[in-house]
């Protein structure tokens, strides 16, 4: 079977591939080892700026208007503001509208199929799923940041330091209360007796809550720590969440890998381009992807159409992706990397970071636009960096 382009996953990354080559009329299969409707673990907060950029008319999501966080002190600070600044949603929900709107557009994508490569002399050729070979010029690889396709392919780079785990568990909890405590924001608790270097979240979701946490595998290896005591201990004995998640049902638990530049030895190659995850579009400071996943996924289908124009598919003409990629998020990547060594790593950072939004409307305006995605990490840090001096004033004695 021969088709323009093979697309592996059909998480966000693969879905939006799928559904821009075939807007354009190419013939794109799409592998998805799962069920098409299944939950993929995340918090499903998404960014008003995915919806409107991607033209993304979901509206299963519960709305939600800012970000609330708290330090390690428990002091908090609510960047909330009147107009929507994104929804939570269940990615069950979510991944299947795109899915759904790749299959509008003519894609096909086929579930419970796992799929690996094809390799022939030394080239990929296409992928082998099931019992049959797919042959393509292109395959484009979304597989998530477990990364199963490039390890295959020997492409797979992944070390402690660029990958974390995260747990959580999915609440149930009624919408009156829902709205009564959290209301349309985001939660995110700061402070390392939570969990170290990284925090954790409480989502609210329609029904429902979600709450994880996340840290480095080099942290919990280090420090000899594990995700799920962290959660239930937070869940219990948090000040300020315990309050807030009292009552609320625990329905079932997830854990998953996040995975960061790096992950891979390139995001390009002959005959393939890696998006999403796949390629650790992640980022550094809030652990957010789908962002990400749908940048990097529709650059991958727009160079994927050009390829095809040309009918070249060498590395040396599908370096554009990397390029273009970069100009669009590699500045995230990088600065949201600086940011977190600067500010989110230790308690004292944390707390500087918190009082510093909460003491400069400036910073606090910077501060909502970064949540909502709207400017990009290295504009923040500046105007973090260049305020940090009358924050620090403020707070020493
Ligand atoms: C606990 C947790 C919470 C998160 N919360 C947020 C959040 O609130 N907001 C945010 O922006 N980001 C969040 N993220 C990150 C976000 O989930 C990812 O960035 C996003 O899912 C990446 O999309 P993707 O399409 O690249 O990969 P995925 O969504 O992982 O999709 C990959 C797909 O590929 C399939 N697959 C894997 N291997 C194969 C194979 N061999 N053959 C065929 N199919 C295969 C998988 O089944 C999956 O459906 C969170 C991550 C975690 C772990």
Redesign the pocket.
């Known amino acids: 079977m021969m088709e323009d382009v093979l697309v592996?996953?059909?998480?966000?990354?693969?879905?939006?591939a799928s559904r821009i080559l075939a807007e354009q009329g190419y013939s794109v299969t799409c592998?998805?080892?799962?069920p098409l409707i299944?939950e993929?673990?995340?918090?499903?907060?998404?960014?008003e700026i995915?919806l409107r950029e991607f033209s993304i008319n979901f509206t299963k999501g519960k709305p939600v208007y800012g970000v609330r966080l708290c330090s390690p002190h428990n002091n908090i600070i609510d960047l909330s503001q009147p107009s929507r600044a994104g929804i939570?949603a269940y990615?069950a929900d979510f991944?299947y509208y795109l899915m759904q709107e790749a299959q509008k557009a003519g894609a096909c994508i086929k579930e419970n199929?796992?799929?690996?490569p094809l390799i022939e002399e030394g080239t990929l050729k296409g992928?082998k799923?099931g019992e049959h070979v797919y042959r393509a010029p292109l395959v484009i690889i979304?597989?998530?940041?477990?990364c199963?396709?490039a390890r295959k392919m020997g492409l797979y780079v992944g070390g402690d330091d660029n990958q974390?785990a995260?747990?959580?568990y999915q609440m149930n909890l009624k919408d009156s209360l829902v709205e009564e405590r959290i209301g349309g924001v985001?939660e995110m608790y700061f402070g390392n007796q939570w969990v170290p270097r990284g925090y954790t979240?409480v989502?609210p979701k329609h029904g429902g809550i979600?709450v994880?946490n996340?840290t480095w595998l080099s942290i919990m290896k280090a420090q000899k720590v594990t995700l799920k005591p962290l959660l239930d201990k937070f869940i219990q004995q948090h000040p300020v969440a315990r309050k807030t998640l009292e009552g609320a049902e625990i329905v079932y638990s997830?854990?998953?890998?996040?995975a960061f530049p790096g992950i891979v030895k390139s995001v390009y190659g002959d005959h393939f381009l890696i998006?999403?995850?796949?390629?650790g579009?992640?980022?550094y400071a809030?652990?957010?992807?789908?962002?990400?996943?749908l940048t990097?996924?529709k650059i991958a289908g727009e160079v994927a159409a050009e390829a095809l124009k040309k009918r070249d598919f060498s590395k040396r003409f599908l370096k554009a992706y990397e390029r273009r990629v970069n100009m669009k998020i590699g500045a995230d990547m990088k600065w949201g990397r600086v940011m977190r060594r600067l500010f989110l790593n230790k308690d004292i950072g944390q707390e500087l970071l918190v009082k510093s939004i909460e003491k400069n409307s400036w910073v606090r305006e910077q501060a909502v636009l970064l949540l909502k995605e709207e400017i990009r990490y290295d504009a923040f840090l500046l105007s973090l960096l260049l305020h940090l001096h009358r924050v620090i004033q403020s707070i020493v004695p």
Not at 8 to 16: F, K, L, Q, R
Not at 275 to 279: E, L, N
Not at 286 to 293: I, S
């Open positions: 592996v996953g059909a998480g966000p990354a693969g879905s939006m592998f998805e080892k799962g299944r993929k673990p995340c918090g499903g907060g998404i960014p995915a939570s990615r991944d199929l796992a799929a690996s992928v799923a979304c597989d998530g940041a477990l199963s396709f974390a995260a747990f959580q985001l979240w989502f979600t994880g996340a997830q854990s998953h890998l996040l998006a999403g995850d796949a390629g579009f992640t980022s809030t652990g957010g992807g789908l962002y990400y996943a990097s996924g």
